[in-house]
């Protein structure tokens, strides 16, 4: 299930392409946290989760990080980069969410700074197609292999059973073959053995399940992130919140809105005419409720586990 570690030579190749421009440096790593102040109450902290959810393709759940998160940065200094993935450890560790301890570990989350995104998305398009996600032809992949936004960020994720076997979604994993016995035809049918059908579905997975609707015991879980800044589009822009923006679409499965969130987040950076400028209180209580939901309940049910989560965090804080 691991893919991140050998992402880092044919990045360098492409970085080399670029043209000569000087890489964001990221800052000291601060504390600093925006307190959000409700208005709207329960109404704003639900059209935030519903604004910020995405379920998987092939469970339909939230995906998280089960595995410890081991983030490789490229394209920045030694040291910048270095600053960069300790950011994204201790957002993770802040959070809940599984962090490796080891170091050095194997990579599961690439942070890649480029001039030349789109140089760099179709090479992996042709070498590592599964870093961009699930997709079901060749249209989708050259639509998932396409740079659309100053900071981009590309999901490859796994559905578990109830017995926790994983399974990487989209990925060839060598179908099923079913052979079934078909009785002799009516009652008083001729004498014999029963004639075997053999069945080949070279898309299907085995996945255990308990049948409730409630919870099937299937859950998602994040295999492998990667994230991509435009360096020619981020000029100006402050280190911190480009760090900070970077931290959160590692550790959830985001869609990054195209317009302004109902509660103050860092998701606001880069939507036209928002304001987003560091982590808020909304952004910290988001990723601690998707960090203690039940995996294995319903989508809604996800959402409704949050959006309780955050109304007691940031209610506490009032």
């Not at 994204?88 to 890649?112: F, M, S, T, Y």
């Not at 869609?255 to 982590?279: E, K, R, V, W």
Request: one cysteine or more; charged letters at 15%; aromatic letters at 4%.
């Amino acid at each position: 299930m691991k893919s991140g570690a050998f992402i880092l030579p044919f990045v360098l190749l492409v970085g080399a392409q670029a043209p000569a421009q000087e890489a964001p440096r990221p800052a000291p790593p601060t504390e600093a946290v925006t307190v959000t102040v409700i208005k709207d109450g329960e109404a704003a902290i639900g059209k935030f989760v519903e604004g910020l959810t995405v379920p998987t393709r092939v469970a339909g759940k939230m995906a998280r990080w089960k595995d410890g998160i081991c983030p490789i940065v490229a394209g920045l200094p030694p040291e910048s980069a270095k600053v960069l993935a300790k950011k994204v450890r201790d957002l993770a560790a802040q959070v809940g969410a599984p962090v490796n301890p080891k170091d050095p570990c194997p990579g599961n989350i690439e942070i890649i700074f480029t001039a030349q995104p789109q140089a760099l998305l179709d090479n992996i398009r042709i070498m590592h197609p599964v870093l961009l996600g699930p997709y079901d032809n060749s249209a989708q992949a050259d639509k998932l292999a396409t740079s659309t936004r100053a900071i981009q960020s590309w999901y490859s994720t796994a559905t578990l059973d109830m017995r926790g076997n994983p399974v990487v979604d989209g990925a060839k994993n060598g179908g099923v073959h079913l052979s079934i016995a078909i009785p002799p035809a009516g009652f008083g049918g001729p004498p014999g053995p029963p004639d075997i059908m053999e069945m080949y579905m070279p898309d299907a997975a085995v996945t255990n399940v308990t049948g409730n609707r409630l919870g099937d015991g299937v859950s998602s879980a994040l295999n492998n992130v990667m994230v991509i800044a435009d360096t020619s589009k981020l000029i100006g822009r402050d280190i911190g919140s480009i760090s900070d923006y970077i931290a959160v679409l590692a550790l959830a499965q985001i869609q990054p809105p195209d317009g302004c969130q109902a509660l103050p987040s860092i998701m606001n950076m880069l939507a036209p005419d928002c304001h987003g400028d560091g982590l808020t209180s909304a952004d910290i209580a988001y990723l601690r409720g998707l960090y203690k939901i039940t995996a294995t309940t319903t989508f809604a049910g996800q959402r409704r586990e949050i959006q309780y989560q955050m109304n007691q965090a940031l209610k506490a804080k009032e």
